[in-house]
């Protein structure tokens, strides 16, 4: 017995020890509570995915915190269901399959805690998915506050009185080409007292009449969308400037509509207008400008009819706290914005009209008012310098620093290697860049020094190349967003990119050097890859159906290559080689005797060699 209790005590003896010896890795592993509050910290989709697959607890844990459940194939229902049952936004945008109404009868029974419902995409409309099956999905979820349904072929007016009938609390609408509902749809928003944000764009049935109530509806909003090519937004306007006193955010995207009674509103904080017609807005912008000025944020966008200078100088005098500002600009303003003292985080130059008027014309040097600008706000987030007419060097420097920079658009600008080179030595926040058709880069070992880049486009760059993408994988392996088009990458360029393991979306039309090995390559190694734009020429394809099969959304561009047949380049190369050849043969040529001559000299040294 003695014994058997000694052995007992050593076996006691030797688990203490281990226990001491464990590693606080292990202990963390282990440990629920502490497992749960890491993995709620994590903020980025990335890391979660990497804290999933440490061990099955770390798994649990990360399932558990995902309150997001997204959805690429219905077939995929059943399991994602049964594991997010706690799931509170379901997104079915990402979704290749035309949902059925069993579907979302599924979904209510599924997700009784469901508070955000995102449903259909521009390039996939949902088809099949009925009014009926809609209106009894929301009566079985009466806590949803965010719904966004876009190209929802089959949703009546019916289905968005119920909507708004039966979730009392919704905050958040957004309606995108739905082209079956009319102004039924708008007054039973009236239902909704705790609306705040609102988006109507595309293609409705709606009428300007209908409009006008929409702010008299739904007095509460805080922030409007409104994007319509045919309709007039006048009434609108003035229902929303009148009604809505809390009103912060309007966006505006339109052909037909009377900016002027927006000088009623006084509460707005961020306008974007972009308009498509020959209006002059100078004074209305002026007037909205002088009541309304707490705005931080200011974009006017119309290419027929670019704001004029005083305009823009009123709107600079009269909005202390600006901190983004786009417009149409010239270098008087942008004089006088750099001497302002405004303390910007955005600056959007787009030079249109103006600014060449005064090129043309050699009035001005509007290079360094924009180098004074940037020098004087150098906690700048955000600069765009598309189609600025040739900025220097001194610009570029200017640029750099800027330590705080995330978002820089260079496109149809002289940059070049060395300029991109100073930038990436201290814009080390760099997230975005773009450098479309950027003419002076001829080397893409300079991209690799931007090494946290997110979003790159390199679109009608010829600088851009197989082994050049061999670089950018390895220096830019955060990338999420890749636009290529219009370049001279192959498949095996493509091959490459397997080292950006986080490709999230891949833009490639007009490249006539891929054939479609190096898609499914890409496709299959990446698994954050969703959404490719490619030739409409791989309709019916190989390559197209197993992109499909791993769940790749895709869109066909009808570019310049779309009637080609695959194999056509390879065979066009072969035939040049041919020609080649023929005029290398032409050009050499002798005539007959000298031919003769050279015949006999060979033939005797190789009998001499002999």
């Given at each position: ?16 020890i ?32 990497a804290a ?22 219905r ?85 968005v ?12 609408l ?30 409705f049935l ?17 922030s ?22 809390k009103l912060?955010t ?21 306008l ?24 931080k ?5 119309n ?12 709107i ?14 010239s ?39 924009l ?19 040739r ?19 260079l ?16 814009a ?64 095996i ?21 891929v ?9 299959k ?18 390559a ?9 959304m ?50 005797s ?6």
């Amino acid at each position: 017995m003695d014994r058997v209790e000694m052995e007992m005590a050593k076996h006691l003896q030797r688990q203490i020890i281990v226990s001491s010896e464990e590693s606080s890795v292990e202990k963390v592993t282990r440990d629920v509570s502490l497992v749960s509050a890491i993995v709620s910290r994590l903020t980025s989709v990335f890391d979660r995915h990497a804290a999933s697959i440490v061990c099955k607890l770390w798994n649990e844990s990360v399932t558990w915190e995902a309150h997001s459940l997204p959805v690429r194939s219905r077939s995929l229902l059943p399991l994602l269901f049964r594991r997010f049952s706690h799931a509170k936004f379901l997104n079915f945008r990402p979704c290749l399959d035309q949902l059925q109404d069993e579907d979302f009868s599924t979904a209510a029974s599924a997700l009784p805690h469901l508070h955000a419902l995102i449903l259909g995409h521009p390039e996939l409309p949902q088809e099949k998915l009925t009014d009926e099956g809609f209106s009894a999905f929301v009566k079985s979820c009466p806590r949803l506050r965010q719904v966004s349904l876009c190209c929802f072929a089959n949703l009546r007016d019916a289905g968005v009185r119920e909507l708004t009938r039966h979730c009392r609390d919704l905050i958040s609408l957004s309606l995108s080409s739905c082209r079956n509902l009319t102004d039924e749809s708008l007054d039973a928003l009236s239902n909704c007292k705790y609306l705040k944000e609102l988006t109507l764009k595309g293609i409705f049935l709606f009428t300007p009449s209908g409009l006008a109530r929409v702010g008299e509806n739904c007095p509460g909003l805080v922030s409007v969308r409104l994007e319509f090519e045919t309709l007039d937004i006048s009434l609108a306007l003035k229902s929303l400037a009148v009604n809505c006193q809390k009103l912060e955010t309007l966006s505006l995207k339109f052909r037909h509509g009377d900016l002027g009674e927006l000088s009623r509103c006084r509460s707005l904080v961020r306008l974007y207008i972009e308009a498509d017609n020959r209006n002059d807005v100078d004074i209305p912008i002026m007037n909205i400008a002088a009541a309304n000025r707490k705005l931080k944020e200011f974009s006017y966008v119309n290419t027929s009819v670019p704001l004029g200078d005083s305009a823009a100088l009123t709107i600079i005098h009269n909005c202390p706290d600006l901190e983004r500002l786009c417009f149409h600009s010239s270098g008087r303003s942008l004089s006088v914005l750099a001497q302002s003292g405004i303390q910007l985080k955005e600056i959007n130059a787009i030079f249109g009209w103006g600014i060449r008027d005064v090129m043309i014309h050699g009035q001005g040097t509007w290079d360094a008012e924009l180098e004074l600008l940037i020098r004087s706000n150098q906690q700048l987030e955000k600069i765009n310098l598309q189609n600025a007419l040739r900025p220097s060097l001194r610009t570029f420097s200017a640029i750099a620093l800027c330590s705080n920079l995330r978002h820089l658009d260079l496109s149809f600008t002289d940059v070049d290697n060395r300029s991109l080179a100073v930038i990436a030595k201290s814009a080390t926040a760099l997230q975005h860049l773009s450098l479309v058709k950027c003419e002076g880069v001829n080397d893409m070992k300079v991209l690799s020094n931007f090494k946290g880049l997110e979003y790159l486009n390199l679109d009608q760059c010829p600088f851009v190349n197989d082994e050049g993408l061999d670089f950018l994988s390895v220096g830019c392996s955060k990338l999420t967003d890749l636009s290529l088009a219009s370049t001279r990458i192959t498949d095996i360029g493509l091959e490459y990119l397997v080292e950006c393991g986080r490709l999230r979306t891949l833009r490639i039309p007009y490249c006539r050097g891929v054939q479609g090995p190096g898609l499914v390559t890409i496709a299959k190694c990446c698994s954050w890859l969703k959404y490719l734009v490619i030739s409409h020429r791989f309709q019916g394809s190989q390559a197209l159906e197993e992109l499909k099969r791993q769940y790749c959304m895709v869109r066909l561009d009808v570019d310049d290559l779309a009637l080609v047949p695959f194999g056509f380049y390879a065979m066009m190369d072969v035939a040049a080689r041919y020609d080649r050849l023929g005029d290398a043969l032409h050009c050499v040529s002798m005539d007959d005797a000298k031919l003769d001559d050279a015949m006999h000299c060979n033939y005797s040294s190789s009998w001499e060699t002999c």
